[in-house]
């Protein structure tokens, strides 16, 4: 019961996170505990052959099978404030029947609820401590499906009765249990009516329609005193959002945009905004609608543009929940995907309060800012430059015992990522010793910069210093072994774009970044000859292991606070380099490689939107297999000697394309 205000608590919206399935391709949520740290609902199972109630959590970021009474099916509607209570309906053994149940975290559980004496029965919402259930269950010999409350109190499963038919259906229940709402056939069997029932008086109240024939109450405000719903109006010529408050006992017709028809779905804690959907004029589209007693029933498009959101066009479908103080409302844009407005609002930071402006969010593109945004893989690519590029050829870097060498290396180059572009340079010095028994030992010190340009005009400019030591050994035939180390720390600022409307919105967040890593390496020099070219065949190991600091953005309608993050890569390389002579002081170098990163996918992304809800991303996929090309030149040039090469390379993906150049003294 926690998505919407309906029970009053400090609910926040649901979290943004694909919580994938049972093997399936199905799932869907629910239902999101207050704090937004607990969501339930249904996935399907392998071959899609039946659902099962999950509930997910973001400390474990998993999603857990609660089971079933024996059938094949099973799914969870909704969870208590705290997330430690999940409610829902279950198939029996041999899926004969279904049966409403209760699961709770302290018993880890399955409780079959009963039936009102028939065989079925199906729990639609919990209050918010957990104590109370609300739903409908089948009488004896099925002859009817009644409304009922059901306490922890009792462990009883009450019949609220009817309005005089067969049939009713409790939707919906208040924070504390003592209000129920939902709808009921009347005793003359066509019609359907609105009902509230409380606890106090312990009957079910025929709550009218607009003057039409039937009505439905889909929400209750925190304390019970005021149903929201909808009712047809009079010779059922329309449909129309109502609000009922218990102090005038009335039905009040809440309007359209416009249009014939319109619906409430949810109110507030205090009963005072109420949302829902409605049709414009001449009935030309359906929008989301916030009501209010001083401005009445407004799209949620024209409520935001009030507070200088750019909406060019409509776009909102329309809205299914609404936040305790009614400052924040979630449903379904024209496009399909979720969204969530908010208006102008004071959220609390970890450093001081921060006002944030009213936005509109697309959910689904909001989503992809959050995933796309360049973190601990944009470090692990620079590291990787580094590493397996500067630090590409220990073979040209030998010494003979007492002999030293210092140098320079550069690279410049430009990355095409799945989600980004931009550019990327590295620059170092280094030095080098060659000692007895064919050892060469190698320090080298430098920067690193990276620009990644991301959808939405968002970027990501990460720079660093680095230390890379180097040690070579002549094993014997022409086979050398190299041992490299790699040590970066450095800062990151990320500018995160995403829509807010339709204009391009942003949030801005700066931290340190830390990076080290390993890489042993086997080259065979001039294992073989084409005529003058030598061949040289290689094979290495990289481990790599980056982390970012979490931050807070600035900046922006829905700022994120971002954990800190640490991701992990190791690849084998296998590869040769080939050397053609050209001239005394001049040869043509090429290199192909090929490698193999043994991790899927890369470190997932969690945090909170600032005064909304947690949310955890898995990480995404990597490009396991790729290849790495090289053609250059090496030259001498007095008691130097050099090497520039232009690489490509698929490691991101797509297209990563540099330069590099080194020059070495010898001395």
């Known amino acids: 019961m926690a998505t919407g205000a309906l029970a009053g608590s400090t609910t926040t919206p649901a979290s943004y996170t694909d919580l994938g399935t049972f093997g399936g391709t199905i799932s869907y949520a629910s239902d999101v505990s207050a704090d937004g740290s607990v969501v339930v609902g249904q996935a399907w199972a392998t071959n899609d052959n039946a659902g099962r109630a999950f509930r997910w959590t973001a400390s474990s970021n998993t999603m857990v099978d609660l089971g079933t009474f024996g059938g094949i099916d099973s799914a969870a509607n909704a969870v208590s404030d705290d997330g430690s209570v999940v409610v829902g309906r279950a198939f029996i053994t041999n899926n004969v029947a279904q049966r409403a149940f209760r699961w709770t975290s302290a018993t880890n559980a399955m ?122 109006t009079a010779n059922d010529a329309a449909s129309h959002a109502f609000r009922w408050t218990a102090a005038t006992n009335t039905m009040v017709d809440l309007g359209t945009l416009g249009g014939t028809d319109s ?49 060019p066009s409509d776009v909102t479908q329309s809205a299914h929940g609404v936040s305790a103080n009614g400052n924040v409302i979630v449903g379904q844009l024209q496009n399909g995907h979720a969204f969530i407005a908010r208006g102008t609002s004071t959220v609390t930071t970890p450093d001081s309060p921060q006002t944030t402006p009213a936005g509109l969010m697309d959910v689904t593109n909001f989503q992809q800012s959050l995933a796309n945004t360049p973190r601990v893989s944009g470090q692990l690519q620079n590291a990787d430059m580094a590493v397996n590029g500067a630090h590409s050829s220990p073979l040209f870097m030998l010494l003979d015992a007492g002999q ?4 320079f290396t550069g690279d410049g180059g430009y990355a095409n990522g799945a989600s980004y572009r931009g550019g990327l340079g590295a620059g170092e010095f280094g030095f080098g010793r060659g000692l007895d028994g064919g050892w060469t030992v190698r320090i080298a010190g430098g920067g690193q910069y990276a620009r990644m340009d991301t959808p939405n005009a968002g970027n990501s400019v990460f720079s660093s210093g680095y230390v890379a030591p180097d040690v070579s050994y002549a094993v014997g035939g022409g086979v050398v072994a190299t041992l490299s180390g790699y040590f970066n720390w450095g800062k990151a600022d ?69 954990d800190g993050s640490r991701e992990t890569s190791n690849t084998v390389r296998i590869g040769a380099d080939a050397k053609t002579p050209l001239t005394d002081n001049l040869a043509l170098v090429t290199r192909l490689e090929y490698g193999h990163r043994f991790e899927k996918s890369g470190a997932g992304v969690s945090g909170q939107i600032l005064g909304l809800s947690a949310f955890s991303l898995d990480g995404a996929s990597v490009q396991q297999d790729f290849l790495r090309g090289g053609l250059g030149m090496s030259y001498k040039i007095g008691n130097g000697d050099g090497l520039v090469m232009v690489n490509t390379s698929n490691q991101t993906g797509k297209n990563t394309t540099w330069l590099s150049a080194s020059y070495r003294v010898k001395f």
């Open 263 to 311: 619906a409430a779905n949810r109110v507030n804690a205090d009963g005072t905004v109420v949302v829902g959907a409605a049709n414009t004029t001449n009935d030309a589209a359906q929008l989301a609608f916030r009501w209010t007693q001083a401005l009445g029933m407004v799209s949620v498009d024209d409520w935001l543009r009030s507070q200088g959101v750019s909406l």
């Open 404 to 407: 030293s060498s210092a140098w």
């Open 111 to 232: 409780t079959d609820l009963g039936t009102l004496g028939g065989s079925d029965s199906f729990a639609q919402d919990v209050n918010a401590d957990g104590s109370v259930i609300v739903g409908y269950a089948y009488t004896t010999n099925n002859a009817a499906q009644r409304a009922f409350r059901w306490t922890s109190a009792t462990n009883t499963m009450t019949d609220l009765g009817s309005l005089g038919g067969v049939f009713s259906f409790a939707w919906r229940v208040n924070a504390d249990g003592s209000v129920v709402v939902g709808e009921s056939l009347l005793a003359n069997g066509f019609a359907s009516h609105a009902f509230r029932w409380t606890s106090a008086t312990n009957t079910m109240v025929d709550l009218g329609t607009l003057g039409g024939t039937d009505s439905t109450a889909q929400g209750v405000n925190a304390d019970g005193s005021v149903v929201v719903g909808t009712a047809s």
């Open 494 to 562: 990320i500018r995160r774009g995403y829509l807010n409307g339709v204009a391009n919105d942003s949030s801005f967040g700066s931290t340190a970044t830390q990076t080290y890593g390993v890489r042993a390496r086997v080259d065979w020099q001039d294992a073989f000859k084409l005529a003058s070219t030598g061949i040289s065949p290689f094979a290495s190991y990289t481990y790599l292991n980056s982390q970012m600091n979490g931050y807070t953005e600035t900046g922006g309608s829905f700022p994120v606070r971002f």
